[in-house]
T-cell receptor
Framework: GAVVSQHPSWVICKSGTSVKIECRSL??????MFWYRQFPKQSLMLMAT?????????EQGVEKDKFLINHASLTLSTLTVTSAHPEDSSFYIC???????????FGPGTRLLVL | KNQVEQSPQSLIILEGKNCTLQ??????????LRWYKQDTGRGPVSLTI?????NTKSNGRYTATLDADTKQSSLHITASQLSDSASYIC????????????FGKGTTLSVSS
């Protein structure tokens, strides 16, 4: 299957700082990338969908000014958690697909801990 | 409301034994159903994908079934191994374009020696 990487794999930051998470498709062009958040023992919750070169579409209840998404190329999308607070601590997972109807391949996830 | 329900919530079995995980869904319109394996602290990895017309799909020791009439799916794991310990997530794609993914909460499987 296709390979999707995330960086960093884990990050600890102070409250009020911003954190950037990268998602890369290593062996295919990802027209569409998705960002999810997963709390312990919970399902993955879709945060936003982004298409290369256009603005991301955010799910209801997700603050677009807090979770900045940039999908500048067909192999890279970034999620920036701005002014992070302890309640933002979670497991963030991205996925990438070659098209809106194509299989999503998930990255390994990034664990964020905000102190 | 589109929903995916999985059972049991957790399961403990001995190495070498078989087990079956269940997934019931109320998703319309249905596009496809996937089973994912998610190791702790890792992203989900696809095991199988089935469309409306497919009844069964195998991937090594994993066999998934789909009954589109009753809207039920199962994942059967044969001759379990310690490495099978993980969360197994049933995901149903909704909509004509299959763009909306509805995730189940997963079944946590623990295989012990």
């Amino acid at each position: 299957g296709a390979v999707v990487s995330q960086h960093p794999s884990w990050v600890i930051c102070k409250s009020g700082t911003s954190v950037k998470i990268e998602c890369r498709s290593l062996d295919f062009q990802a027209t569409t990338m998705f960002w999810y958040r997963q709390f312990p023992k919970q399902s993955l919750m879709l945060m936003a969908t982004s298409n290369e070169g256009s603005k991301a579409t955010y799910e209801q209840g997700v603050e677009k000014d807090k979770f900045l998404i940039n999908h500048a190329s067909l192999t890279l999308s970034t999620l920036t958690v701005t002014s992070a607070h302890p309640e933002d601590s979670s497991f963030y997972i991205c996925s990438a697909s070659g098209g809106i109807q194509e299989t999503q391949y998930f990255g390994p996830g990034t664990r964020l801990l905000v102190l | 409301k589109n929903q995916v329900e999985q059972s049991p919530q957790s399961l403990i079995i001995l190495e070498g034994k078989n087990c079956t995980l269940q997934c019931n869904y109320t998703v319309s319109p249905f596009s496809n159903l996937r089973w994912y394996k998610q190791d702790t602290g890792r992203g989900p990895v696809s095991l199988t994908i089935m469309t409306f017309s497919e009844n069964t799909k195998s991937n090594g020791r994993y066999t998934a079934t789909l009954d589109a009439d009753t809207k039920q799916s199962s994942l059967h794991i044969t001759a379990s191994q310690l490495s099978d310990s993980a969360s197994y997530i049933c995901v149903v794609s909704a909509g004509q374009a299959g763009t909306a993914l509805i995730f189940g909460k997963g079944t946590t499987l623990s295989v012990s020696s």
